[in-house]
């Protein structure tokens, strides 16, 4: 893909963005307040996807391997 059908495909994904949001009737700062809202929600979400999902997933893993097991880790550790 070329350098300007690549620029070409970024600027019709950027104009459904506006159409799909309804943006694109909004004023200039207006644009830029809403947009920079809308980074911030994402970013947070991201981050704190990031941070706790491998978390809980370490978690639920332990409880699911407890459940199936029959015995928790910690038993298995004394028994060695």
Do not use: C
């Amino acid at each position: 893909m070329s350098f300007k059908n690549m620029r070409e495909y970024l600027a019709w994904l950027y104009y459904q963005y506006l159409l799909i949001t309804g943006i694109y009737v909004l004023e200039p700062w207006e644009k830029s307040i809403f947009n920079s809202v809308l980074f911030s929600a994402i970013a947070m979400v991201v981050y704190t996807s990031y941070v706790f999902v491998p978390i809980h997933v370490h978690l639920a893993l332990e409880f699911f391997s407890e459940i199936i097991d029959g015995q928790p880790e910690s038993a298995m550790a004394l028994m060695n």
